[in-house]
């Protein structure tokens, strides 16, 4: 009688197919596909910070694997999910390339945790292995030197080949065995050792070998809730980041006509003389849009503008297209010249910008807000500044004369 699923994945890592009965059915449920229970199979459900294998089952494809209490449940994909039947003898193949990819990690992950428990003294709270992995340390910090004596140690055990092997013990007997973390669980306990380096529960699966797990490189880190969170990648993971950062070198080490070691350098360079020449630009359109105050206020004063009250001058500006922060500089070079009230607004985009200088004159939040509902837009402010958008087209023009009228009446 079907008891549990036998785990083939504990002792036979490597193993790519497999033949197995179907001891149970489950039917899709709340959006979930139709699952299978083996009595035993290759495939790794989601476990321990690794995620699951994929691969096909009966030529279905598996699309999730799933712990559940002592069985192993297989969620299939495609509409032939239905035919698979209790009794039934079914083949299992696992994708390989996610599955080693998946071993290289893991592998990684134990290798690392236990230096920088050896380097920094670092213990891992916690990990997660997926397309990016991680490693969270209870480490307030770390500095670049430390990172790189880190992924120094990593990287010499990975070149002394040292053998990785499992086996089952006894809870009782695991702390005996060194291991880097206490076991909380009870009963037979799988042991995953790095040999003279590393000994951890673990049930996930691993290569056999340090030199398999390939280049491990320490990508970045970051704070989080006090601790540190390390990213990494390990084997066809850190050759193909090696990949795309050695085509970006060589590209502008090209366009930069410098030899590699030399592009930083060179981009240095690049990137202030790119400043130098944006700082010259900003004053330069500064000093214009200051001529382009003085003469709307100096055609203004020769009747282009509306008087209000007393000398207060009013004027409408409709722009077209035309950076905001470029827009706002102007109303400030020209409310700070002169007294008077600008109305602008982009006829594109319906952004609507009202500005007045400083002193006695109307609340131009409210005048805002009521011209803005007027043509269905909205917006805000302080009484000597205001902001707000509308639709684009005929809206500006309507929310302009609105306040225009307001402002003059005031």
């Given at each position: 009688?079907?008891?549990?699923?036998?785990?083939?994945?504990?002792?036979?890592?490597?193993?790519?197919?497999?033949?197995?009965?179907?001891?149970?059915?489950?039917?899709?449920?709340?959006?979930?596909?139709?699952?299978?229970?083996?009595?035993?199979?290759?495939?790794?459900?989601?476990?321990g910070g690794q995620p699951h294998d994929t691969g096909t089952l009966a030529g279905l494809p598996v699309i999730d694997?799933?712990?559940?209490?002592?069985?192993?449940?297989?969620?299939?994909?495609?509409?032939?999910?239905?035919?698979?039947?209790?009794?039934?003898?079914?083949?299992?193949?696992?994708?390989?390339?996610?599955?080693?990819?998946?071993?290289?990690?893991?592998t990684a992950q134990h290798v690392l945790s236990a230096a920088f428990l050896r380097v920094l003294g670092a213990e891992?709270?916690?990990?997660?292995?997926?397309?990016?992995?991680?490693?969270?340390?209870?480490?307030?910090?770390?500095?670049?030197?430390?990172?790189?004596?880190?992924?120094?140690?990593?990287?010499?055990?990975?070149?002394?080949?040292?053998?990785?092997?499992?086996?089952?013990?006894?809870?009782?007997?695991?702390?005996?065995?060194?291991?880097?973390?206490?076991?909380?669980?009870?009963?037979?306990?799988?042991?995953?050792?790095?040999?003279?380096?590393?000994?951890?529960?673990?049930?996930?699966?691993?290569?056999?070998?340090?030199?398999?797990?390939?280049?491990?490189?320490?990508?970045?880190?970051?704070?989080?809730?006090?601790?540190?969170?390390?990213?990494?990648?390990?084997?066809?993971?850190?050759?193909?980041?090696?990949?795309?950062?050695?085509?970006?070198?060589?590209?502008?080490?090209?366009?930069?006509?410098?030899?590699?070691?030399?592009?930083?350098?060179?981009?240095?360079?690049?990137?202030?003389?790119?400043?130098?020449?944006?700082?010259?630009?900003?004053?330069?359109?500064?000093?214009?849009?200051?001529?382009?105050?003085?003469?709307?206020?100096?055609?203004?004063?020769?009747?282009?503008?509306?008087?209000?009250?007393?000398?207060?001058?009013?004027?409408?500006?409709?722009?077209?297209?035309?950076?905001?922060?470029?827009?706002?500089?102007?109303?400030?070079?020209?409310?700070?010249?002169?007294?008077?009230?600008?109305?602008?607004?982009?006829?594109?985009?319906?952004?609507?910008?009202?500005?007045?200088?400083?002193?006695?004159?109307?609340?131009?939040?409210?005048?805002?807000?009521?011209?803005?509902?007027?043509?269905?837009?909205r917006g805000g402010g302080s009484a000597e500044f205001a902001q707000g958008a509308v639709p684009p087209g005929e809206?500006?023009?309507?929310?302009?004369?609105?306040?225009?009228?307001?402002?003059?009446?005031?």
């Open positions: 009688m079907y008891s549990s699923t036998e785990r083939l994945y504990y002792t036979e890592a490597y193993r790519r197919t497999f033949t197995a009965g179907v001891a149970a059915v489950v039917p899709g449920a709340a959006g979930r596909p139709a699952g299978v229970v083996l009595d035993r199979t290759a495939f790794y459900p989601t476990s694997v799933m712990d559940e209490g002592d069985d192993v449940l297989h969620i299939l994909g495609g509409p032939g999910a239905a035919a698979v039947a209790v009794g039934a003898d079914v083949e299992g193949t696992i994708d390989w390339r996610r599955r080693f990819d998946h071993m290289q990690q893991h891992t709270v916690s990990v997660h292995l997926g397309d990016s992995s991680t490693l969270d340390l209870e480490l307030s910090s770390l500095a670049p030197e430390d990172a790189r004596r880190v992924e120094e140690a990593v990287n010499q055990v990975v070149f002394e080949n040292r053998p990785v092997t499992a086996r089952f013990v006894e809870a009782s007997e695991a702390d005996a065995l060194g291991l880097r973390r206490p076991a909380r669980r009870t009963g037979a306990l799988r042991v995953v050792e790095v040999e003279e380096y590393d000994r951890s529960a673990c049930g996930g699966t691993h290569v056999r070998g340090t030199a398999e797990i390939g280049p491990v490189l320490l990508r970045r880190s970051e704070r989080t809730r006090g601790r540190t969170r390390v990213e990494f990648l390990a084997g066809w993971r850190a050759l193909e980041d090696y990949r795309r950062k050695h085509a970006l070198i060589a590209e502008w080490s090209a366009r930069l006509t410098v030899g590699e070691r030399e592009v930083g350098e060179a981009l240095d360079r690049l990137a202030s003389a790119a400043q130098e020449r944006e700082r010259a630009l900003t004053d330069a359109r500064r000093r214009l849009v200051g001529y382009e105050a003085g003469e709307r206020l100096a055609a203004a004063a020769s009747g282009g503008g509306v008087a209000a009250a007393g000398d207060l001058v009013i004027m409408k500006l409709e722009v077209p297209q035309r950076e905001v922060d470029e827009l706002r500089l102007l109303l400030r070079e020209m409310t700070a010249r002169g007294r008077c009230v600008v109305l602008a607004g982009i006829v594109e985009t319906g952004r609507v910008f009202f500005a007045r200088s400083s002193g006695d004159g109307p609340d131009l939040a409210a005048v805002l807000g009521r011209a803005c509902r007027a043509a269905g837009g809206a500006v023009t309507r929310a302009l004369a609105v306040a225009e009228q307001e402002v003059r009446g005031a």
